[in-house]
């Protein structure tokens, strides 16, 4: 089995909040790929009425997800929680005590990997 840990966040834009969004989504785009190698997939989706927003997140590790995490917390968190609700988000894998603590603080859920492959 795999050391991936991945989520989906699922979000509640606020009202009027969808530019200034997709303004902040370009900077943590742009920083999770020039300073977070152990991040792998990191992709953002917004509805048609602009209303709800998806992330999808994979990180190599536990480790790296520490490392996204962390730079969120400082760099970011403030003014994404500004402009979103989390609604839910779905965790899968298996992440280590300290990532689990954290994202438990998020009201994530916990899926564990029972079969499958990635290519």
Avoid: C, Q
């Amino acid at each position: 089995m795999s050391e991936h840990i991945h989520w989906m966040l699922e979000l509640a834009l606020k009202e009027g909040a969808a530019d200034d969004l997709k303004a902040l989504m370009r900077e943590m785009v742009d920083a999770t790929k020039a300073d977070e190698p152990g991040a792998l997939i990191y992709e953002w989706f917004i509805d048609e009425a602009e209303t709800s927003v998806h992330i999808y997140e994979r990180y190599a590790d536990s480790a790296a997800t520490m490392v996204h995490l962390n730079n969120f917390g400082t760099k970011f968190a403030a003014r994404f929680m500004e402009l979103v609700k989390p609604t839910r988000m779905t965790v899968y894998g298996a992440p280590d005590e300290t990532v689990s603590a954290a994202l438990k603080r998020l009201n994530a859920t916990f899926m564990s990997e029972i079969g499958g492959f990635a290519r």
